[in-house]
């Protein structure tokens, strides 16, 4: 590597002066690192609203679905009572009264100085409700090992807990699962059930219908406190018993309005943050400085068609007419601003008169939004994603440029440096040269005239 001697011959800073002639020489490496800031600034901004856009695209995908239709709600008129409703509930109405709720079978051991009465052959055995027998070999006839080998057996569907009390140690089993049958178990080995007390029975969950009626068969049945399909789609969740001077529980299913027009709502709120990410994006800034110059600054999506022509698509996809109707009946309308407002009483008046009408408008919007978002934000065919992998190849090959600029640059700095190195040795040289004739010609003896 070549070396500078800093000047010391010509008394000039030769490394200041090579410094900024590398400036001068650097400009073009400059340019292009602007440029990759820019182009990398312009791709952030790019992939964040393609985000948006294949948000919209799902949003409006889900819009366009009959399903997204069939949407109901379950109201019940006690606190104690849940409502679920899935695909394929319709209205309807019904009454009931809470019988009893499901429950596991648990039971109770005598005081026991150990496992040993427990067991037979060193196997503690217990039968589910469905006559499956279960063998439990502890390590040892301690309760706490007998506990320990019970709670370890996963498909027992049993849990044992060691319970000490001022008499002795008992051990208390309870079954894991609800219901006549799955909650059910019996003890079938060492002195069997003789040696427990039980505490709670098995027992499903059952309720009424139509109490008041008193008909014959109007008793429904449930292993958990969940009744599934009491109507069509519609399962029926039950925490506490009737009592008897409880008026009936009535459970009414009806159309989902609010999660309908929460489907308009929705897709109106996520074009606007498209439009408006646009519009802020595409802002130009005016500044003035200290001299009272006036600069005006693009956004990164100012004057870019392609951006452009993207809020126009999904703007025209929102307003048009569909079947020669205006969205603005079902409360979608175009402000002033370009954005969108939606109205959400306009919409819910205009889906209970005309809930068919109502759905084929905004199947119709959403349809052409997601015919615009895809042609948009497709992940491989989409004109926004291929625009992001174009830009992204541009700042790519920026990179490569600038990395050959800094190999470039490297080797003037060498040149420049061995030049300046050079003139110094050589002025070196001529001032030795001077200083030696100056020497020299003092020598010279002088002759008088």
Do not use: C
Not at 77 to 105: C, H, K, M, P, Y
Not at 239 to 264: F, N, R
Not at 276 to 289: A, L, M, R, Y
Not at 416 to 442: M, P
């Amino acid at each position: 590597m070549s070396m500078s001697i800093g000047g010391l011959a010509s008394g000039l800073d030769t490394t200041g002066i090579i410094d900024n002639l590398m400036k001068i020489e650097a400009i073009p490496q400059t340019q292009l690192q602007s440029k990759q800031k820019t182009t990398n600034s312009f791709i952030t901004a790019l992939q964040a609203l393609n985000t948006k856009v294949a948000s919209l695209t799902e949003n409006a995908a889900k819009a366009m679905k009959a399903a997204s239709f069939d949407v109901w709600k379950g109201n019940a008129s006690a606190d104690s009572v849940t409502v679920a409703t899935a695909t394929g509930a319709t209205a309807g109405s019904i009454e009931f009264r809470v019988d009893a709720l499901a429950q596991g079978r648990s039971s109770l051991s005598g005081v026991l100085a150990d496992a040993s009465t427990l067991l037979t052959d060193g196997k503690f055995t217990i039968t589910d409700g469905k006559g499956v027998s279960h063998e439990i070999t502890p390590s040892s006839t301690s309760l706490t090992d007998l506990a320990s080998a019970i709670n370890a057996k996963s498909d027992l569907g049993v849990k044992a807990t060691l319970v000490n009390t001022a008499g002795g140690s008992r051990l208390q089993l309870s079954s894991t699962a609800t219901g006549a049958t799955e909650g059910s178990y019996t003890v079938t080995s060492g002195s069997a059930e003789g040696d427990f007390s039980q505490i709670r029975a098995a027992q499903d969950a059952q309720i009424t219908l139509w109490p008041d009626l008193a008909l014959p068969g109007s008793a429904v049945t449930s292993a958990s406190n969940t009744f599934d399909d009491l109507m069509a789609g519609v399962d029926v969740t039950v925490t506490k018993v009737s009592a008897p001077t409880d008026a009936a529980i009535t459970v009414d299913v009806v159309k989902d309005d609010d999660a309908i027009t929460k489907l308009g709502e929705n897709l109106v709120a996520q074009l606007n943050l498209i439009l408006s990410e646009i519009s802020s994006q595409s802002k130009v800034t005016t500044s003035t400085s200290s001299t009272g110059t006036a600069t005006a600054k693009g956004g990164v999506f100012t004057g870019d068609s392609g951006v452009r022509q993207l809020a126009s698509q999904i703007s025209e996809a929102a307003s048009f007419p569909v079947d020669g109707k205006s969205p603005a009946s079902i409360g979608i309308t175009l402000n002033r601003d370009g954005t969108f407002a939606f109205d959400a009483a306009k919409f819910k008046t205009a889906f209970t008169d005309d809930p068919s009408a109502t759905q084929a408008m905004l199947t119709g919007v959403a349809t052409r939004i997601e015919a615009a978002g895809k042609a948009t934000s497709h992940k491989d065919e989409g004109t926004l994603t291929r625009r992001i992998q174009g830009q992204q190849s541009l700042a790519a090959d920026y990179t490569k440029q600038i990395e050959r600029w800094d190999d470039r640059l490297e080797q003037r700095r060498a040149n420049l440096v061995q030049v300046y190195t050079a003139l110094e040795v050589a002025l070196s040289g001529i001032q030795s040269q001077s200083t030696w004739l100056s020497g020299q010609l003092a020598s010279l003896p002088s002759w008088d005239s």
